[in-house]
Every structure is written in structure tokens, then in C-alpha cells.
């Protein structure tokens, strides 16, 4: 019975560490993209609800190698109305929360700056 007492102990820390750890992996930071617009385009989920999607382009470094590559950024909800002023090739400024998806960064837009 201690054995098993002690196992279920064991298990249950061995859950709560796991799951801290998830959390401070999966946690995002916001930054700010000022960048022209590459393409845009507004859908409707399964829902019927309207978002977002917009392309820019990023300067990336990697190995002292500088690039430019493509990113998506996800606009869901109130950012959709004012995003719609917008066309290719003009100018965005938005706060956008960085995360992580499949190893890829990934951006969710939470605000639209003039």
C-alpha cells in the first residue's frame, strides 16, 4: 500500500511539472508589424463568422544569412471591420500576438494602428 500510495504521488507531480511546462512553452509575445501589404483576403469560418487573413513580408536572419520570407497574419473578430480599408500594397500597422504553431511562428492580430 505505501508503494502504491507513494507511485500516485510520484504520478501526480510528474502531471502538474508536465503541464507547467506547457504552459511556459506555449506562451506568446505581442509585437508590432509595419509592413506593406502582400495580399489580403476576408472569409467566413464554419460559422459564418468573417476573418481575416493577411501576407507580408519579413526580413529574417539565420546563420548570418539574411532573407526575406512570406508570413500570415489572422485577424478574428473586431479586427476584421477596420482591416477592411485596406488593400494590397498599402501600409499596416497592427500588434499581433507571436506564437508558436507546428514549429512555425504563427500571428493572431489583436489591434489595428492608424
Known sequence: MKGESAMKKFAALFVVIAILCCVGIASAKDIVINQEIKAIAFKNDKNGNQYVRIFVEQDRTLNGISYKRDIALMGFGDVVAPLK??????????????????????????????
Do not use: C, D, H, T
Open 85 to 114: 480599408a485596406y488593400k494590397k500594397g498599402q501600409k499596416v500597422k497592427l500588434v499581433v500576438s507571436e506564437g508558436e504553431f507546428r514549429g512555425n511562428p504563427s500571428y493572431r492580430i489583436l489591434a489595428v494602428s492608424k
